[in-house]
T-cell receptor
Framework: EAQVTQNPRYLITVTGKKLTVTCSQN?????MSWYRQDPGLGLRQIYY???????DKGDVPEGYKVSRKEKRNFPLILESPSPNQTSLYFC?????????????FGPGTRLTVL | QKEVEQDPGPLSVPEGAIVSLNCTYS??????FMWYRQYSRKGPELLMY????GNKEDGRFTAQVDKSSKYISLFIRDSQPSDSATYLC??????????FGTGTSLTVIP
């Protein structure tokens, strides 16, 4: 089954404690992206990656890092999380043909930073 | 100014009604416009995309783009309870960077 998986699905942590949210896709997609979703602000793009070792900033990259060492994986790293990073995070992937190709979204990771 | 503005609703309609969902955008450089549907506790899924002004139909759904007024609309005909979800409009220039609206919550009452 074609899918994007994220782990963990739920995470409660404290300010300053480094964490990583993993994202993996089994569709051999070149393009992957991270979003956060907040009430009243909608879905906002954090980072995206066109292929292995190629990443670029989205709309709200501050406080986040990403890496793309393998095609299937695109982890999101919060080196020093703060309460304003409490959010619902989605990873997505698609082929690079363009927006006509659907982005497949993962199930989401709900992060709470105390 | 936000890149994409969307009325958050909520919107509640009886089954069978025609639903109109609307967004405006601020930067005319963007070429691609999309509608995503998001069910509760799920990730968004692409419903429709278009890259030109005019209408695009897919079954009960019609996406409309008016680039002169920077207006994006989604019409749902013969709405069903299964259409109850949050609808997100989005735009993209190169197909790599995406800007989403805040979403409109729709409930279709049987």
């Amino acid at each position: 089954e074609a899918q994007v998986t994220q782990n963990p699905r739920y995470l409660i942590t404290v300010t300053g404690k480094k964490l990583t949210v993993t994202c993996s896709q089994n569709m051999n997609h070149e393009y992957m992206s991270w979003y956060r979703q907040d009430p009243g602000l909608g879905l906002r793009q954090i980072y995206y990656s066109m292929n292995v070792e190629v990443t670029d900033k989205g709309d709200v990259p501050e406080g986040y890092k990403v890496s793309r060492k393998e095609k299937r994986n695109f982890p999101l790293i919060l080196e020093s999380p703060s309460p304003n990073q409490t959010s619902l995070y989605f990873c997505a992937s698609r082929t690079p043909s363009g927006p006509r190709d659907t982005q497949y979204f993962g199930p989401g990771t709900r992060l709470t930073v105390l | 100014q936000k890149e994409v503005e969307q009325d958050p609703g909520p919107l509640s309609v009886p089954e069978g009604a025609i639903v109109s969902l609307n967004c405006t955008y601020s930067n005319s450089a963007f070429q691609y416009f999309m509608w995503y549907r998001q069910y509760s506790r799920k990730g968004p899924e692409l419903l429709m995309y278009t890259y030109s002004s005019g209408n695009k139909e897919d079954g009960r759904f019609t996406a409309q783009v008016d680039k002169s007024s920077k207006y994006i609309s989604l019409f749902i005909r013969d709405s069903q309870p299964s259409d109850s979800a949050t609808y997100l409009c989005a735009k993209s220039n190169t197909g790599n960077q995406f800007y989403f609206g805040t979403g409109t919550s729709l409930t279709v009452i049987p």
